[in-house]
């Protein structure tokens, strides 16, 4: 495998489309880890990288004036993701009652398409800043 410089990284974003962690690793030929590690530098940096359901991007290159907000929007998206499913795990009786709601097919089925979805976004990004880690 090659070491890439986030600045490379940062370069394939420059269109302003969503990529996928996946997709950029295959691009350099690297690791995921290793595009996230990139991607987590860039934002250190300052860079509006943010996540979206179909990969990541700068959205800078989208909306510049805005690029801030964008970040912290799908910041706080995040932590309430983290939220959501911290307090998910302590509470046993939301848990009987989520089951019950999904004996319905048509529920289970809509429920897996958003968990999907949420999965593609929280995959998409560096979750260890808003968890202080």
Partial sequence: MKRYLKAQVEDYLKDGK????????SAFDCSPETIRKRLKALRA???????TQ???MDAAKVDKKN???LQQSADWQVAILIGLALISSISTKALAAAQKFLESPDA???LRANLLKLRNV???IDIDHLLGA
């Fill in 18 to 25: 969503p990529i996928t962690i996946a997709e950029l690793a």
């Fill in 45 to 51: 940096e300052g860079k509006p990288i943010i996540p």
């Fill in 54 to 56: 179909k990969g990541v």
């Fill in 67 to 69: 690029a801030p907000l």
């Fill in 108 to 110: 289970r089925k809509q």
């Fill in 122 to 124: 929280v995959d998409e």
